[in-house]
């Protein structure tokens, strides 16, 4: 189903979200490749975008403390003050 989705549906939408956002991407991800994540990092307007290594697609599964560890420091930190995306091109850390 994801190898079908229409990536390119998605131009111009993203850009328009100002909602803070986490998006965690496994690096192994066969499914949806990691330039898409880094496209989608660079579109979105506030976000950190972190590449984690060894995981797939189903990076909360595969990697549950990292996830938990991201995501903890995400709901209570929240963005850094230049989010990652902006800072260095979102090339994921």
């Known amino acids: 189903m994801l190898r079908e989705f229409d990536f390119g549906a998605l131009d111009g ?3 328009r979200i100002q909602t803070a ?6 690096a192994d991800d066969r499914w949806v490749p990691l330039g898409a994540g880094r ?5 979105l ?6 590449i984690v290594p ?3 697609h ?6 549950p403390a990292e996830t ?6 995400f709901l209570t930190q929240g963005l850094p003050r230049v989010p990652e995306n902006l800072a260095s ?3 994921g850390r």
């Open 54 to 56: 060894h995981a797939g």
């Open 39 to 43: 496209r989608f990092a660079t579109e």
């Open 58 to 63: 189903a990076v909360q599964e595969e990697a």
């Open 68 to 73: 938990t560890r991201l995501l903890s420091r």
């Open 89 to 91: 091109g979102a090339t």
């Open 13 to 15: 939408r993203l850009e």
């Open 45 to 50: 307007q506030r976000t950190a975008f972190v």
């Open 21 to 26: 956002t986490l998006l965690i991407w496994g």
